[in-house]
């Protein structure tokens, strides 16, 4: 689950990013919404999409355009199980 402080920290970085995004950081009630469309993900994959989207978009963020850029490479079922019977092994 996404650590609260590391959304705000991206919510930051959206409107340093896009200082006319009309979004307000203070309303608990935005945040909040904002926070559940996000909270599944880890520290990385939040911050890989934060990136990506500062570095690439010309529009203000959305939900939507953010997710577009959630496209951090992702490990299969088959990588986890086989690092784990590696660790387990002690390799």
Known sequence: MLDKKIFINGINDLLIA?????F??????????WYE???HMDKE????????Y?????????????????TI??????QIQHEQMLKEMGM
């Open 54 to 70: 500062t570095d690439h978009e010309t529009r203000f963020p959305t939900i939507a355009g953010l997710k577009k850029c959630d």
């Open 73 to 78: 490479p992702r490990k299969s079922r088959d």
């Open 24 to 33: 307000d950081a203070e309303n608990k009630s935005a945040l909040s919404f």
């Open 37 to 39: 469309r996000f909270k």
């Open 45 to 52: 994959r939040f911050g890989y999409m934060i990136k990506s």
């Open 18 to 22: 896009f200082p006319s995004w009309n």
